[in-house]
Structure formats: structure tokens, C-alpha cells
């Protein structure tokens, strides 16, 4: 039996994301993004009716502020009082899971995608979703990205503007592109 792109791409394998199944859950994405950072926001809410109904999971007290970008929004899973601030953007290829009461800046991005080393495989569409696991009670600076595959512990804290390529533990602070520990 042939695997879907979807289906590789949930199982963690290359898929082509040229593909006429992704682009429609794409759209669809797009127009819940759409209607959320629309929206005035006493009539959002926290999250947007749509939005909501597309995430893996939204705990509750879980705020996305406007405007707000994900690829997919199935594979993001937010627990009890999560805050997204404005302009985050999160390629959700792989699960993104962001523990309870962890805060992520304006313009923090998550990155699950990697394409294909090999520019024709690049050419045609080949990558892989690496997940992305934030624990409880994070702190991500505004501007910061952190890459597919990359976990971090709980109580951790990200500086402003820094790249995290690599896991970073518990109760640590790590800043700098490449992110590295401090004090």
C-alpha cells in the first residue's frame, strides 16, 4: 500500500508538500488564520472560533493574539494558559506541543520543516517534519526561532532574537544565534 504525503508526513518521513491534499489543508488553515487576525477582538476571543476548531488542542485560558500564522494547525497542541503574542508564526509540519503557561513573544517562530539537502529533491518539493516540544512555564523572547527537532524543558528561558538549534534543558537561558546557556 502507497502512503499519502500526508500520511509520510505524519509519520515523520520525507513527503512531497507539492501535493493537492496538503494544499487544501493548507487553505484551509490560511482561512481560519484569516478570520482570526480579522476579526475585532472582543468578538475573537482567545482564540478564534475557527482557529480553535483546527488546533490538535487548546487548553483552556489559551490566548493566540493578531494577527497569527500556522501552516497546518492540526499538529499545534497548546495546554492551560498558553500565550502566543502577535505575529507568531509557526510551521507546523510535525506536532508542536507548548506546555502549560508558557509565554512566546511577538514575532517567535517555530520552523518543523526541513528541505531536502539535495537541490532536486529540493526542487521537487521533498521535506521532513521535525517536532517541536516547549515545556511548562517557557518564556520565548520576541523574535526568536527555534528549529524543527528541538526540545525545551520546563521554566527554560529563550533571549530575545536568539536561534535554537538544539535542546535546550530545564530551567535554563540561552540567548545568541546559535542559542547558548548564560549565568
Known sequence: MTKSERQK???GEWYNCVDPELDALRLMASEAVFEHSSLPPRQRGNIARALRALLGSAGEGARIEAPFHCAYGFNL?????VFLNAFCTILDTAAVRIGKA???GPHVQIYCPEHHKRPAERRAGLEIGRPVTIGENVWVGGG??????VAIGNNAIIGAGSVVTRDVPTGA???????RPVG
Do not use: D, R
Open 9 to 11: 508526513m505524519a509519520a
Open 144 to 149: 526568536a526561532i527555534i528549529l524543527g527537532g
Open 173 to 179: 537561558t540561552v540567548v545568541g544565534s546559535p542559542a
Open 77 to 81: 497542541f497548546l495546554e492551560e494558559g
Open 102 to 104: 508558557s509565554m512566546l
